[in-house]
C-alpha cells in the first residue's frame, strides 16, 4: 500500500528529526494530485507509529488547494477536485497551475517536558 509506505517515511523523519520526544501531532500537507487517500494514510500511520515515539500521535491531513486558471476569461479559482474542472464564472476549462502533487511535512507537535500547563512565560532567574 502506497499511503502505508509515505506512513513509514513520516515516521522515519520525525524520529530522526526529535530523537526522544514524545510526538502528539503531526500535520501533513497534502495536494490534490498526490494520489493519496486521506483514510488510507490514517490507517497506515496507526500501523507505523506502532512501537515507536509516534505511537498515539495523531495524523492531520491537510488538502493543499491546487490553484487553477480559467483558460477563457482567466479568472483564478483554486480547486480542491482533481481536474477537469470548469470555471464556475464561464464554465471554461480550468487550467491546474501547480502540479498539486506536494507531500510536505509541515508542523509536529511534541510533548512538553516541562509540567503540564502553557508554556508562555519564563521567569527570569533572580541574580
Ligand atoms: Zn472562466
Given at each position: 500500500m502506497h499511503e502505508m509506505s509515505i506512513a513509514?517515511?513520516?515516521?522515519?523523519?520525525?524520529e530522526d528529526t526529535l530523537p526522544g520526544r514524545r510526538i502528539l501531532t503531526v500535520t501533513l500537507q497534502v495536494g490534490v494530485l498526490a494520489a493519496v487517500?486521506?483514510?488510507?494514510?490514517?490507517?497506515?500511520?496507526?500501523?507505523?507509529?506502532?512501537?515507536t515515539a509516534l505511537a498515539g500521535s495523531r495524523l492531520?491531513?491537510?488538502?493543499?488547494?491546487l490553484p487553477a486558471r480559467c483558460l477563457d476569461c482567466g479568472a483564478h479559482h483554486p480547486t480542491l477536485r482533481p481536474p477537469?474542472?470548469?470555471?464556475?464564472?464561464?464554465t471554461g476549462d480550468l487550467m491546474?497551475?501547480?502540479?498539486?502533487?506536494e507531500l510536505r511535512l509541515c508542523?509536529?507537535?511534541i510533548e512538553d517536558d516541562g509540567p503540564a500547563g502553557p508554556a508562555v512565560e519564563q521567569e527570569p532567574s533572580s541574580e
Open positions: 513509514h517515511e513520516i515516521v522515519q523523519t520525525v487517500v486521506p483514510e488510507a494514510l490514517q490507517f497506515g500511520w496507526e500501523v507505523a507509529t506502532q512501537r492531520v491531513v491537510d488538502l493543499q488547494p477537469p474542472n470548469t470555471c464556475p464564472d464561464c491546474p497551475l501547480a502540479e498539486g502533487r508542523t509536529v507537535e
